[in-house]
T-cell receptor, first 110, second 114 residues
Framework: RKEVEQDPGPFNVPEGATVAFNCTYS??????FFWYRQDCRKEPKLLMS???SGNEDGRFTAQLNRASQYISLLIRDSKLSDSATYLC???????????FGSGTQLTVLP | DAGVIQSPRHEVTEMGQEVTLRCKPISGHNSLFWYRQTMMRGLELLIYFNNNVPIDDSGMPEDRFSAKMPNASFSTLKIQPSEPRDSAVYFC????????????FGSGTRLTVV
């Protein structure tokens, strides 16, 4: 089993749609969680951290379920510029480094 | 803030040649990470340094790979001899303080070994 698993997609959605991505992680001792965004042929960039109580940043909402070891990202009113690969990222227990999922590809269509 | 600076941006080399990738972390960041990204395997951590000291190199694929961080502002990843299967994008990332703030990545070096 992969340490961080994501549905690779691709997700093709029309502008204005709501889309949700899911991610599961294997280490129950994981402490920190993030969503990164990676545009084609670019570096990954931090989109948002994921907090236990859930958190929102504009059109983006992240949720964490520690009991199920599950993280989600919801994008509302999707824009063409949201087209990218979304990476689920976890700090695996006491390790200092982050472990990246393989990413979910999103294409927002006009 | 200049961000994490990597060089070269692109490298094409022949099998068997030595390749050196360079990284300058963000000033004040005390941890530095080298990742490799391929379509098949995604982002893989190769090695990371904390305060210039290598902490975990278990991701380095084999002895052909070596990394150094002689000071807080510079790190190298060397492949000798290079092989076609080393073709990938190599990212350097740095962070400061608590992990909750995540990493900042450089623009990457796209390596092609022919």
């Amino acid at each position: 089993r992969k340490e961080v698993e994501q549905d690779p997609g691709p997700f093709n959605v029309p502008e204005g749609a709501t889309v949700a991505f899911n991610c599961t992680y294997s280490n129950s001792a994981s402490q920190s969680f993030f969503w990164y965004r990676q545009d084609c042929r670019k570096e990954p960039k931090l989109l948002m951290s994921v907090y236990s109580s859930g958190n929102e940043d504009g059109r983006f909402t992240a949720q964490l379920n520690r009991a199920s070891q599950y993280i989600s990202l919801l994008i509302r009113d999707s824009k063409l510029s949201d087209s990218a690969t979304y990476l689920c990222v976890v700090n695996m227990g006491t390790a200092r480094q982050l472990t990246f999922g393989s990413g979910t590809q999103l294409t927002v269509l006009p | 803030d200049a961000g994490v600076i990597q060089s070269p941006r692109h490298e094409v080399t022949e099998m068997g040649q030595e390749v050196t990738l360079r990284c300058k972390p963000i000033s004040g960041h005390n941890s530095l990470f080298w990742y490799r990204q391929t379509m098949m395997r995604g982002l893989e951590l190769l090695i990371y340094f904390n305060n210039n000291v290598p902490i975990d190199d278990s991701g380095m694929p084999e002895d052909r790979f070596s990394a150094k961080m002689p000071n807080a502002s510079f790190s190298t990843l060397k492949i000798q001899p290079s092989e076609p299967r080393d073709s990938a994008v190599y990212f350097c990332a740095s962070k400061r303080g608590q992990l909750n703030y995540g990493y900042t990545f450089g623009s990457g070096t796209r390596l092609t070994v022919v």
